[in-house]
């Protein structure tokens, strides 16, 4: 398969051009050949994902944190030229999606979370920079549950004042660790990259299923 047609269907199906995102989301180094045979996907485009995605055979790298943020790239030097190096060394293209993937409600690190607490009449909640990511549900116990993937302890009271019992994200700074304790909301930190690794696996089985093209969890082996 073609590299643009797996682009266009990330695109389409994370909705990627409605989100204001940091992120320069979308295929953000390409490669030589645009055949595709094998995508790997990680949380990061480190080396070590690029590598390891090389390693098995991949032409395309999917991945939740770019290496493209902001005003872009400024100077290839340093630790971001040993990962566009190493991928541009095994011909591998990299494509980002950031709050697109937090987001999407089929697939996104957020919607997976709430599936792994069994959350019920789930709706949208917690708005980062204009875009809302995070999702408020009923637990099997009844309990109002808020979760918001990666690093996003800044949502803990917001969470209390829309009536939850506890709140899960990966990871919070200790001023929101304060925040949510002075607010007597329970904050449950089960890790930034844990949390992401959750949505990342569920676009890899999409695009499995719907393109029928072979893909590949890498992690950061």
């Known amino acids: 398969m073609k590299l643009a047609e797996i682009a266009e269907w990330l695109d389409s199906t994370l909705e990627t051009s409605r989100f204001n995102d940091v992120s320069n989301n979308g295929v953000q180094l390409s490669r030589r050949g645009d055949e595709v045979n094998l995508v790997a996907f990680a949380v990061d485009a480190s080396a ?15 991945v939740h944190h770019g290496i493209s943020w902001g005003g872009g790239i400024k100077h290839i030097s340093g630790g971001v030229y040993n990962v566009v190096r190493a991928a541009m060394d095994g011909d591998l293209a990299i494509y980002a999606s950031h709050l697109p993937l937090d987001a999407n409600p089929k697939v996104g690190n957020n919607a997976e ?21 995070g999702l408020v549900g009923t637990d099997p116990k009844g309990r109002k549950i808020g979760v918001c993937s990666g690093g996003a302890g800044e949502f803990a009271e917001e969470a209390k004042n829309l009536g939850c019992e506890e709140y899960v994200t990966g990871e ?24 992401e690794t959750l949505g990342v696996k569920a676009l890899a089985c999409a695009m499995a299923k719907a393109l029928k093209v072979k893909t590949q969890f890498v992690g950061r082996e």
């Open 48 to 62: 070590a994902s690029v590598a390891a995605a090389v390693k098995v055979g991949a032409q395309l790298l999917v």
């Open 113 to 133: 979370l709430a599936r792994k607490y069994k959350l019920r009449k789930i709706s949208p909640a917690f708005n980062y920079h204009g875009n809302v990511i």
């Open 172 to 195: 919070a700074s200790w001023g929101d660790v304060i925040a949510a304790e002075n607010a007597g909301m329970k904050m449950t930190l089960l890790g930034h990259y844990e949390t």
